[in-house]
């Protein structure tokens, strides 16, 4: 119990010396990754069953070769393809929303620095740190947050892509 305690208390610390923009890329990280992880979910369980469904269903057609074949296939494909690209516009979006609040971070921490300056001249380094320093860390937390969403998303992409050209492949190994 008290390692949560401490836990809790040290990403207080971290959300206070980062500024009320730490706080929203850390909500917006953590949608991003429940997004995520339901993609992952949905390949290795929900996507398999769908395939198999689907191929069950193109096994059962007495006519695999005709024009009305060929579409009813592709009509197949394109509803698996759907579902396997379900969210990823929207992670995309999220990935690129991360650095832009960064860069919002960064401007407020500056605007606190300037303010500092302004009112107690130059020589109080101590203010003046505190705002570099709400003016670093959301930065650094967008692009941690970016940079994990664009590995994640390229893998989500290359793995749906791979799924919809296998199925294609055993449609089509069906068909002859």
């Not at 809790?8 to 949608?31: C, H, K, M, P, R």
């Not at 429940?34 to 929900?46: A, D, N, P, V």
């Not at 024009?67 to 379900?86: D, H, K, P, Y």
Request: charged share 20%; aromatic share 8%; glycine share 8%.
């Amino acid at each position: 119990m008290m390692f949560f305690i401490d836990f809790y208390s040290a990403i207080q610390d971290f959300v206070e010396t980062g500024g009320q923009v730490l706080l929203v890329i850390g909500i917006l990280i953590f949608i991003m990754w429940l997004m995520i992880l339901e993609r992952i979910f949905y390949y290795s369980r929900g996507h398999q069953s769908e395939k198999r469904r689907v191929l069950d269903t193109w096994q059962q057609r007495a006519d695999k070769s005709s024009w009305n074949a060929e579409q009813i296939r592709q009509a197949m494909i394109s509803r698996v393809t759907l579902a396997l690209g379900g969210r990823l516009p929207v992670l995309q979006a999220l990935v690129a929303l991360c650095p832009l609040l960064g860069l919002m971070g960064t401007v407020t921490g500056m605007i606190e620095v300037f303010d500092v300056m302004a009112v107690a001249g130059t020589g109080n380094a101590r203010s003046m740190a505190a705002g570099v320093s709400k003016a670093t860390i959301p930065t650094m937390a967008g692009m941690v947050g970016a940079l994990s969403g664009v590995f994640a998303t390229t893998w989500l992409q290359r793995t749906a892509k791979r799924e919809r050209l296998k199925l294609e492949d055993r449609m089509l190994m069906e068909h002859h």
